[in-house]
Structures are given as C-alpha cells and as structure tokens.
C-alpha cells in the first residue's frame, strides 16, 4: 500500500519555528517530486514547496521564500519542510504528496492525511 505520513506539526508563537516530516512506505520516493501543500481554515489546498526527485530542483511560493526549506533524504525514504520565523498566515493543515515537479493540487499521485500547524500568540 503506498502511503505518506506527515509529522511534525503543532502549536508555535509566531517568529518560531518547525520542521515536518513526510516519511513514505509501500514505494520509493526517490523517482517522485515531493510537495508541501497547506490548507488554511475555510480555504482551498495550496501548494507552498516543491522539491524535485533528485533534491536539486525546489520552488516556493512567494509568502515562504526565505523562511521555508525543503529537503530530502532518499535513503531514508524522507522529505522534510523546516518553517523558520512563523507567521499567524502559516497556520493551517500540512500535507505532503508525490507526483511530478509540476507539484499541483490535481496532479499528485499519492497523498498524506496531514499534520496540523497553528501559529498563535
């Protein structure tokens, strides 16, 4: 069964920081592209990242640049989202998803069920 598994997320002041994990079993992440997508209260999926198979190719959304990174470890199966310097706008549900680098909402393969972030004072 192929299966992504988010972890990670929690309750942080805004200016802190986390790092999500996204661990894959039943397949090898090593051919997919990975993306970070996140679903804020009441609003649609919105991709935010985007790391190519290889790990040499990653794209962010303007809001992350500069506070987000995105890597991977594909021999350990694993991507992973560090969120430095977290805003109130951050909040929202966290989810991974192999596909292609496209990384769009329609277009990945398989999916996480997410990690919950909150950014709060």
């Known amino acids: 069964q192929l299966q992504l598994v988010e972890s990670g997320g929690g309750s942080v002041q805004p200016g802190g920081s986390l790092r999500l994990s996204c661990s894959a079993s039943g397949f090898s992440l090593d051919t997919y592209a990975v993306g970070w997508f996140r679903q804020a209260p009441g609003k649609r999926r919105n991709g935010i990242s985007c790391?190519?198979?290889?790990?040499?190719?990653?794209n962010y959304v303007d809001s992350v640049k500069g506070r987000f990174t995105v890597s991977r470890d594909n021999a350990k199966n694993m991507v992973y989202l560090q969120m430095d310097d977290l805003k109130l706008e951050d909040t929202g549900v966290y989810y991974c998803?192999?596909?292609?680098?496209?990384?769009?909402?329609?277009?990945?393969?398989?999916w996480g069920k997410g990690t919950p972030v909150t950014v709060s004072s």
């Open positions: 998803a192999a596909g292609d680098m496209r990384c769009l909402v329609t277009g990945m393969d398989v």
């Open positions: 790391i190519s198979s290889s790990g040499y190719t990653t």
